[in-house]
């Protein structure tokens, strides 16, 4: 099979996690890891740890994550929508990705890609808009790599005018399908809302916006 033919064993996919419980278990540097990344999201973050390193209680501190201050149990998992073993012990890692398994919750173990459900991508946060780089845990140096090279490419800004397009999408499906509104999506993310949006005029941004419709 050709390099362009060939097929991904884990398929990418973006999930929802608004007030969903999210359960890292561990109190390390791994798990502070996977804190600092799923804290970009608007997850509830719940984290299992009996003894946690100061780096992560000031994360905790800082979030308003939960924290649990008890040795692990199955009961921790209950009600998250997805959890990471991240204790860095391999016994209990592997305690908690079958925990996690018998109450039907995906589950990635950190360095441990025979235990996971999912892996946790090199990500790009420009939200709303989100670029994920994944290797299906095989490099994740490459996938951090890639990571930085798609960051410098991308203004800061792209997150804000993915916003204030979303407040057009209405104004837009009004205007007639085909070319015409095709012209205004171009000219809006290439034109004149683009340029002020990177400007960090908002307001003329809307402004120009609406002189295209």
Not at 2 to 27: C, D, H, T, W
Not at 141 to 153: F, T, Y
Not at 154 to 169: C, E, I, K, V
Request: proline share 4%; aromatic share 6%.
């Amino acid at each position: 099979m050709s390099q362009a033919n060939a097929k991904l064993n884990a398929f990418p996919v973006f999930m929802r996690v608004e007030g969903e419980a999210v359960a890292i278990v561990g109190g390390g540097e791994a798990a502070l890891a996977k804190a600092r990344l799923v804290g970009q999201s608007s997850a509830a973050l719940r984290i299992i740890a009996q003894t946690a390193e100061a780096e992560l209680l000031s994360f905790i501190a800082a979030t308003g994550a939960v924290h649990v201050a008890a040795a692990y149990e199955a009961a921790h998992l209950e009600g998250a929508a997805m959890v990471f073993a991240a204790s860095g012990d391999e016994a209990l890692d592997r305690r908690v990705a079958e925990d996690a398994r018998r109450l039907s919750i995906p589950v990635n173990a950190v360095d441990r890609p025979e235990l996971c459900d999912f892996f946790t991508p090199a990500l790009v946060n420009r939200a709303p808009v989100a670029i994920a780089i994944g290797t299906e845990g095989a490099g994740p140096v490459l996938a951090q790599m890639l990571r930085g090279r798609i960051d410098r490419m991308l203004s800061p800004s792209l997150g804000a005018l993915a916003t204030l397009a979303a407040s057009f999408r209405g104004a837009a499906e009004r205007l007639p399908k085909g070319t015409g509104r095709r012209r205004f999506w171009r000219d809006f993310f290439a034109g004149a809302p683009a340029r002020a949006v990177e400007a960090g005029e908002l307001s003329r941004a809307h402004d120009a916006a609406v002189e295209l419709l």
